[in-house]
């Protein structure tokens, strides 16, 4: 299994501000994941974060709206950038520590309200 | 790409009683099949998964029964309690360097004293 922190637990931003969400993994992990979970709704992969590389975005998410930092294999950030009141939502961070195998962990998530 | 159903969106039963959900699959290459537990306010949780060499597992009160020639599998909570009350999620993938699992759009499941 991984143990995995996010900053902050939640947070109120005002429209047209950024806010970068921080994961932390306790061991190195191959894959790493960035979600988007609407209240009541599934989870909405946002990309996957590549250690040295940039992010694969899944379509209708876009580089200069979530920008990702991969520096290292246990540590991720998720930027959400000219915020606006569609983005209020949770962000989730995850981990898949064995591809081979695919269980996948979850951090506890960001709560983001966009006023 | 992989495309996953999930029913029912809602379930509810008394307590005791069995709750069964049941989820399609798309892609027949998916190998990897896993149940998330999500309680209110907290985050998804691994709660038991089947790999596509295996057609039944069991784990306490829960189990789930994959049919790949069907291309669905079944989540199965026996004696069900109301700390059993949550939203799951079922996703497909298929294992390897391009995991990208697809989710279900989740059950919630109510489970009444």
């Known amino acids: 299994s991984a143990v995995i922190s996010q900053k902050p637990s939640r947070d109120i931003c005002q429209r047209g501000t950024s806010l970068t969400i921080q994961c932390q993994v306790d061991?190195?992990?191959?894959?790493m994941f960035w979600y988007r979970q609407q209240p009541g709704q599934s989870l909405t992969l946002i990309a996957t974060?590549?250690?040295?590389?940039?992010?694969?975005?899944e379509s209708g998410f876009v580089i200069d709206k979530f920008p990702i930092s991969r520096p290292n294999l246990t540590f991720s950030t998720l930027t959400v950038s000219n915020m606006s009141p569609e983005d209020s939502s949770i962000y989730l961070c995850?981990?898949?520590?064995?591809?081979?195998?695919?269980?996948?962990?979850f951090g506890p998530g960001t709560r983001l309200t966009v006023t | 790409g992989e495309n996953v159903e999930q029913h029912p969106s809602t379930l509810s039963v008394q307590e005791g009683d069995s709750a069964v959900i049941k989820c399609t699959y798309s892609?027949?290459?998916?190998?990897?099949f896993p149940w998330y537990k999500q309680e209110l306010g907290k985050r998804p949780q691994l709660i038991i998964d089947?790999?596509?060499?295996?057609g039944e597992k069991k784990d306490q009160r829960i189990a789930v029964t994959l049919n790949k020639t069907a291309k669905h599998f079944s989540l199965h909570i026996t004696e069900t309690q109301p700390e059993d009350s949550a939203v799951y999620f079922c996703?497909?993938?298929?294992?390897?360097?391009?995991?990208?699992?697809?989710f279900g759009r989740g059950t919630s499941l109510i489970v009444h004293p």
């Open positions: 061991s190195q992990v191959t894959m």
């Open positions: 995850s981990v898949v520590p064995g591809p081979l195998l695919g269980e996948q962990y």
């Open positions: 996703a497909a993938s298929k294992t390897g360097g391009s995991y990208i699992p697809t």
């Open positions: 974060a590549n250690q040295g590389s940039e992010a694969t975005y």
């Open positions: 892609d027949s290459a998916s190998n990897y």
């Open positions: 089947i790999r596509s060499n295996v």
